[in-house]
């Protein structure tokens, strides 16, 4: 009896993997309809950033940062999947009405399936960015081992905010449009294009309660720097993430018996 029960929960797992590898197809398909670059606009968004950046930075104030280059890259690929993400998971719930109206529909697995779009975008320019660096003369490490982990988190981070966001925004349609203006400004006051040694100790506290702050800095310890990340700072995360999504998705279960009312 235990066996057969172990047997249904591992084929009712089964059945939603392959409903999150169908839904991702098709946004991917969806996404690049018709696009003569295709999956390349991954990498040209960032790396048209990464122009400007450099010629502000490095030309007319320059930022004192050693290969600028690879510490900007770095930031703009990490900042990209997570605010991507979040902002397209904000509005799945409206953008898929049809899925919404069918009975047993797994609802919970829309949020997922946006964060893993972002991360396959992140892994086809992740290659990308490691030529990058190695030709920007940057020697990777054994460290460099540690980046799923770092991607693990990361991918945790979004999909927690990414069940609030989805459900408050089927009632306050506000909230996509909120969400545009608060990631702008947290693009500006995260460390992506400057380093944090130049911010005043006066605003570090606010900077630290930035979990992103945090995992860009991660991410480029590892990357260019050939360091073990703070893994105090990814522990504290880790520990709120593991509170904070199991809170995110039951708000998200809640919310979600009104969504066929509200759309």
């Not at 306050?172 to 693009?187: S, Y």
Request: charged share 10%; net charge positive.
């Amino acid at each position: 009896m235990k066996s057969f029960g172990l047997s249904r929960s591992h084929s009712q797992l089964g059945q939603k993997f392959d409903v999150l590898r169908q839904l991702v197809e098709r946004d991917m398909k969806l996404l690049y309809k018709r696009s003569v670059l295709g999956v390349a606009w991954t990498l040209i968004n960032p790396l048209l950033q990464l122009v400007v950046f450099a010629f502000v930075f490095q030309v007319i104030l320059p930022a004192g940062i050693p290969r600028y280059a690879s510490f900007t890259f770095t930031g703009l690929l990490v900042w990209n999947w997570f605010s991507s993400s979040l902002y397209q998971a904000t509005g799945v719930i409206i953008a898929n009405r049809p899925l919404i109206r069918q009975p047993g529909f797994p609802l919970a697995i829309l949020p997922i399936v946006t964060t893993t779009t972002g991360l396959i975008h992140f892994l086809l320019a992740l290659p990308v960015l490691i030529i990058f660096l190695l030709v920007d003369g940057i020697q990777l490490k054994t460290v460099v081992l540690f980046l799923p982990i770092l991607q693990a988190l990361q991918f945790l981070l979004t999909v927690c905010l990414a069940y609030l966001l989805a459900a408050l925004n089927v009632s306050l349609r506000d909230t996509q449009h909120t969400l545009g203006v608060i990631l702008q400004l947290l693009f500006y006051v995260t460390p992506i294009f400057y380093d944090i040694k130049n911010v005043p100790p006066t605003f570090h506290f606010f900077y630290n309660l930035n979990p992103m702050v945090h995992i860009i800095s991660a991410y480029r310890a590892v990357l260019i720097q050939g360091t073990q990340p703070d893994w105090q700072s990814l522990g504290i995360i880790a520990i709120i993430m593991s509170i904070c999504l199991p809170i995110g998705l039951k708000f998200f279960q809640r919310q979600s018996d009104r969504f066929v009312e509200e759309i």
